[in-house]
């Protein structure tokens, strides 16, 4: 893959995390199933309540049952809203079977678009994001912010965050631009994902097979 011109920090950060059913894994403040080529806009799972909102585990939305994601293709839902909701940080976590990259948000659900692409870019340039993996899967939030109305960033740190999972091996920030929010996952090698969406607190998932 191209290589950016520019350097990026790697700013490791990670908590030992207990949840999901009960599984130990990794997370931080701070995804072979059969390929399909063929890009189509799916709705993600319902939306379900959530009773224990808790910051650094997510066991409402991890069973321990829950069985590795299949699909490949894409997956957009459009929403319109009078004022974008704030990315406060990006999680992930390894399970069983697949890993987890959550989303958090401070106000209402956005839409989003999760699909392949040949690499990772900038927001904004367009310049390659120097970042090293098999396959990479863009997390495009629209609409949406990553930080408040002084410009401070909400999502503190990266670019590149590292997470060294059963598949997934970095989350990057790779964009806050014009209402845009990116988030970039950084693969062993390309694998089944699924997405879902949970309130209380509001929040946006992305499970990766291993």
């Known amino acids: 893959m191209n290589r950016s011109r520019a350097a990026f920090a790697l ?21 072979a199933a059969q390929e399909s080529t063929a890009e189509t806009t799916a709705a993600p799972e319902p939306v379900s309540p959530d009773s224990s909102p808790g910051s650094s585990s997510d066991r409402s939305v991890g069973p321990a049952d829950l069985k590795p994601p299949t ?14 909701p704030i990315v406060t940080g990006v999680r992930y976590a390894e399970h069983r079977g697949f890993d987890r990259v959550v989303v958090d948000y ?7 678009r999760v699909e ?49 999972l059963g598949n997934v091996k970095n989350v990057v920030k790779t964009g806050d631009f014009e209402a845009v929010v990116g988030v970039g996952i950084v693969l062993e090698h390309r694998a089944g994902f699924r997405v879902k969406e949970y309130r209380s607190p509001n929040r946006l998932v992305i499970d990766v097979a291993h």
């Open 11 to 31: 700013v490791p950060l990670v908590l030992l995390l207990t949840g999901c059913g009960g599984e130990a894994t990794r997370a931080t403040s701070a995804p």
């Open 71 to 84: 699909g490949t293709r894409t997956v957009e839902v459009k929403r319109s809203l009078d004022e974008p």
């Open 106 to 112: 401070r106000g209402d659900l956005p839409g989003y």
């Open 116 to 164: 392949w692409v040949p690499e990772l870019v900038q927001d904004g340039s367009g310049e390659p994001i120097e970042v090293e993996g098999g396959a990479y899967l863009q997390v495009t939030i629209i609409p949406a912010n990553a930080h408040d109305e002084d410009g401070a960033p909400t999502w503190k740190g990266g670019p590149i965050f590292k997470a060294g």
